[in-house]
T-cell receptor, first 115, second 114 residues
């Protein structure tokens, strides 16, 4: 199936641990993103990559490091996890089709719980 | 800078009522794109509609309709004859031309009770 897939769907971990979330898209899109959705449902962009190149890096602690080995993958590594990192993280991809921006295709989200 | 405001935090209706979700946006660009996404209790984000700034025609898709008014910078979403399955958080979002980043409103939680 064509889609944006994220793994894992749920992640429970202790404070101080390091964890990664993986994202892959097989839609042939050029741009991929990470968004964080907090407990109040607010969606905020963290990073954006276009063809493996970082183009947006919002004010995110440097404990968060995105890695894009190729344009179909954008992984998120988080060091020294803190309680406040608990959230749902969404990966998304998009493609400018020449007639404008058509929005994102989202992954199903990763619910990260730090205990 | 772009901004999206969804002033209604939560709306509760009874099944079969019509409901309108408000969205007001701010942008300095003349070319931009507006979106609505639905997030049901299962958590995924589902695309509903895209509208570019040059197309002010209202759109209807089944029980859903959208009213885009540039004069008031609004892009409102109406559900006619609401159903329990419409219960979700609905997000309005904006992207300015030349940028592929979506700025989301804070969302409106719609609760439809039987």
């Amino acid at each position: 199936d064509t889609a944006v897939s994220q793994t894992p769907k749920y992640l429970v971990t202790q404070m101080g641990n390091d964890k990664s979330i993986k994202c892959e898209q097989n839609l042939g899109h050029d741009t991929m993103y990470w968004y964080k959705q907090d407990s109040k449902k607010f969606l905020k962009i963290m990073f954006s990559y276009n063809n493996k190149e970082l183009i947006i890096n919002e004010t995110v602690p440097n404990r968060f490091s995105p890695k894009s080995p190729d344009k179909a993958h954008l992984n998120l590594h988080i060091n020294s996890l803190e309680l406040g990192d608990s959230a749902v993280y969404f990966c998304a991809s998009s493609q400018d089709r020449g007639r404008g921006f058509y929005g994102y295709t989202f992954g199903s989200g990763t619910r990260l719980t730090v205990v | 800078a772009q901004k999206v405001t969804q002033a209604q935090t939560e709306i509760s209706v009874v099944e079969k009522e019509d409901v309108t979700l408000d969205c007001v946006y701010e942008t300095r660009d003349t070319t931009y794109y507006l979106f609505w996404y639905k997030q049901p209790p299962s958590g995924e984000l589902v695309f509903l509609i895209r509208r570019n700034s040059f197309d002010e025609q209202n759109e209807i898709s089944g029980r859903y309709s959208w009213n885009f008014q540039k004069s008031t910078s609004s892009f409102n979403f109406t559900i006619t004859a609401s159903q329990v399955v419409d219960s979700a958080v609905y997000f309005c979002a904006l992207s300015e031309a030349g940028y592929s980043t979506l700025t989301f409103g804070k969302g409106t939680m719609l609760l439809v009770s039987p």
